[in-house]
């Protein structure tokens, strides 16, 4: 991972992300992992850093909330695991967003209503060992 990246997930700094945001810097996010596979929200779950939640330049749908690191955790796994109970409360309500979003999406029928509740509930490697 780009040291910039690492230090702007972990300090909370949101200058790198909101030049992405505004289009100044093209950048895959999800391209950028730490050695374990942490991407820059796992980082900020980790260090509580909630702001570069809400300043990410992804739309509320993003798979980027919901990527797994090499031990099977998504960054509601780390944030739980810390105790930072603004980051849960934030992935929850994208977790509601995308189940209203689907539940109304009349093409793709009612298994798509029920996605939230699987991303919600996706285990990790911890408890599967």
């Known amino acids: 991972m780009d040291p ?4 702007a997930a972990t300090c909370g700094d949101v200058g790198i992300l909101q030049k992405i945001r505004n289009g100044e ?3 895959d996010l999800l391209s950028y992992q730490t ?3 942490n991407n820059v929200l796992h980082l900020a779950a980790e260090f509580k850093r909630i702001n570069v939640f809400t300043d990410i330049p992804l739309d509320k749908h993003s798979p980027l909330f919901w990527s797994v690191n090499k031990m099977g955790d ?3 796994h780390i ?4 105790g930072c109970d603004e980051v ?6 994208r977790a ?17 209503a029920k996605s939230y509740k699987k991303l919600l509930r996706k285990t990790n490697l911890k408890c599967i060992l």
């Open 4 to 7: 910039s990246m690492y230090r």
């Open 25 to 27: 810097v093209s950048v």
């Open 35 to 37: 050695p374990k596979g």
């Open 74 to 76: 998504t960054p509601l």
């Open 79 to 82: 944030a739980a695991r810390v």
């Open 88 to 93: 849960i409360d934030f992935l929850i309500e």
């Open 96 to 112: 509601k967003a995308l189940h209203v979003r689907r539940a109304n999406d009349q093409e793709r029928g009612p298994t798509y």
